[in-house]
């Protein structure tokens, strides 16, 4: 049942917006270090995919907290409200999965050139993917019972 605005799935929207930009962010740097790999007929390292696909889970996390959205008691004269709350929330779940994708194409660079770190570059990614989870998670907290 749509209870207003805030049903539009604002969340959802920035979050998936912000994994596009990641992904695509950290495509391109590991199509291009596939072809330095492929012009100086070496291996081209097919893990680089992990740095693409790191930013996909901030739309997860968007759907999830628009499902909560939608499911939380609030009334009918509020819908402003739960529109700026999912606007808000979504606005800092984008921004942690392009700032991740752009962390991954550094990583994708990185691993490329010397073989070594995958580790390390993942580390990095998980803080970066830790804020969208704390935003998720504080957010579904503050909704209404």
Do not use: H
Request: hydrophobic share 55%; aromatic share 10%.
């Amino acid at each position: 049942m749509v209870q207003g605005l805030g049903d539009m799935g604002l969340s959802l929207t920035f979050a998936a917006v912000g994994s596009a930009l990641g992904t695509g962010v950290a495509g391109m740097a590991a199509i291009g270090a596939w072809k330095r790999a492929f012009m100086q007929n070496k291996m081209a390292p097919f893990i680089l995919i992990a740095f693409v696909g790191a930013p996909l889970s901030q739309t997860i996390y968007g759907m999830i907290l628009r499902n909560a959205i939608q499911a939380s008691n609030f009334t009918s004269t509020a819908s402003s409200y739960q529109m700026i709350f999912g606007l808000a929330a979504g606005l800092a779940m984008g921004a942690s999965a392009w700032m991740q994708g752009k962390a991954g194409a550094s990583a994708a660079d990185a691993l490329a050139e010397t073989g070594k770190g995958f580790g390390n570059y993942i580390m990095v990614l998980g803080v970066i993917e830790t804020v969208a989870l704390f935003v998720m998670v504080f957010s579904m907290t503050a909704l209404p019972k």
